[in-house]
């Protein structure tokens, strides 16, 4: 898998997943329009919000098998069974990518898991256009991820309402201030704080700790990217966050089980 390290490669890699995501959704529309997909709305999904406001630092576990900062992490890859094992060592949700191209992810891992596992599942995609919104409740997901960086203002309050009418949970995820700024005035629950820079791919695991103090006490913060040990877990509960969402740390390592064992210790420490 190729890797984009300096500034302009990584800003022609977002712009190269934007575009081909673009093409995926004309696709979709095409071989499976909304009318066809098999919602039910009576249906009531797991508490995603409900799993993040409990009491300690809740660990939301990723499944992806590659990604284009890390290439691929798994040569054997088994969803199903990773989900499981988080599940058997207690992580309060899942995060689940269902990009194909970039990711190695689809939808139906996801429709797969949810069937299999009790605890609340968050997909989480490039979500530019209403279609996957109505794709992930049809799927089973139990939240989205919405990324302020691509969607700005007004498109993030429509997907915001659209999603609350779909009964799913919404991660709005930032950089920066200013996003913080925009995700607080569409009147969110859950905001995250990305410590990865999308064009460039850079991690700062300090810039969690530059920007909760903008982040009000009645919103639930996650930090995520770049948190591979105790210390940092440590250091997130300090600052105050409500969760953490961890993906390459975890399926990275030899030992996935101990490593989310030994993070879910220092978790309840606040």
Same mark, same amino acid.
């Given at each position: 898998?190729?890797?984009?390290?300096?500034?302009?490669?990584t800003?022609?890699?977002?712009?190269?997943?934007?575009?081909?995501?673009?093409?995926?959704?004309?696709?979709?529309?095409?071989?499976?329009?909304?009318r #066809?997909?098999?919602?039910? &709305?009576?249906?009531?999904?797991?508490? &995603?919000?409900?799993?993040?406001?409990?009491?300690?630092?809740?660990?939301?576990a990723?499944?992806?098998?590659?990604?284009p900062?890390?290439?691929?992490?798994?040569?054997? &890859?088994?969803?199903?069974?990773?989900?499981?094992?988080?599940?058997?060592?207690?992580?309060?949700?899942?995060?689940i +990518?269902?990009?194909?191209?970039?990711f190695?992810?689809?939808?139906?891992?996801?429709?797969?898991?949810?069937?299999?596992?009790?605890?609340? !599942? +968050?997909?989480?995609?490039?979500?530019?256009?209403?279609?996957?919104?109505?794709?992930?409740?049809? !799927?089973?997901?139990?939240?989205?991820?919405?990324? !302020?960086? +691509?969607?700005?203002?007004?498109?993030?309050?429509? &997907? *915001?309402?659209?999603?609350?009418?779909?009964?799913?949970?919404?991660?709005?995820?930032?950089?920066?201030?200013?996003?913080?700024?925009?995700?607080?005035?569409?009147?969110?629950?859950?905001?995250?704080?990305?410590? #990865?820079d999308?064009?460039?791919?850079? !991690?700062?695991?300090?810039?969690?700790?530059?920007?909760?103090?903008?982040i009000?006490?009645?919103? +639930?913060?996650?930090?995520?990217?770049?948190? #591979?040990?105790?210390?940092?877990?440590?250091?997130?509960?300090?600052?105050?966050?409500?969760?953490v969402?961890?993906?390459e740390?975890?399926?990275?390592?030899?030992?996935?089980?101990?490593? *989310?064992?030994?993070?879910?210790?220092?978790?309840?420490?606040?």
């Open positions: 898998m190729t890797h984009y390290r300096n500034g302009n490669m800003m022609s890699l977002l712009n190269r997943i934007l575009k081909t995501k673009r093409m995926e959704i004309i696709r979709r529309k095409i071989i499976h329009p909304v #066809r997909f098999n919602i039910d &709305f009576s249906a009531s999904n797991k508490d &995603f919000i409900g799993a993040i406001r409990k009491p300690g630092l809740s660990i939301i990723e499944i992806k098998r590659q990604s900062s890390a290439g691929l992490m798994r040569e054997i &890859f088994d969803p199903l069974a990773i989900a499981k094992a988080y599940e058997l060592n207690q992580a309060d949700g899942l995060s +990518l269902t990009d194909q191209h970039f190695g992810g689809s939808c139906s891992q996801l429709a797969q898991i949810k069937d299999a596992i009790r605890i609340p !599942v +968050l997909r989480k995609d490039f979500i530019i256009d209403e279609y996957q919104i109505y794709e992930s409740k049809a !799927v089973g997901a139990d939240a989205i991820l919405l990324i !302020v960086r +691509l969607l700005g203002s007004k498109t993030l309050k429509q &997907f *915001l309402a659209l999603a609350e009418k779909l009964d799913l949970d919404c991660l709005v995820e930032v950089h920066s201030l200013e996003e913080i700024r925009v995700a607080l005035d569409a009147g969110i629950t859950l905001i995250g704080i990305n410590n #990865r999308l064009d460039t791919l850079r !991690v700062d695991i300090n810039l969690s700790s530059k920007l909760k103090k903008y009000p006490d009645d919103v +639930l913060a996650i930090s995520e990217s770049g948190i #591979r040990n105790v210390d940092h877990i440590q250091s997130i509960c300090d600052i105050g966050f409500d969760g969402l961890i993906g740390s975890f399926m990275q390592s030899d030992d996935p089980d101990r490593l *989310l064992q030994s993070f879910k210790s220092h978790s309840r420490i606040r």
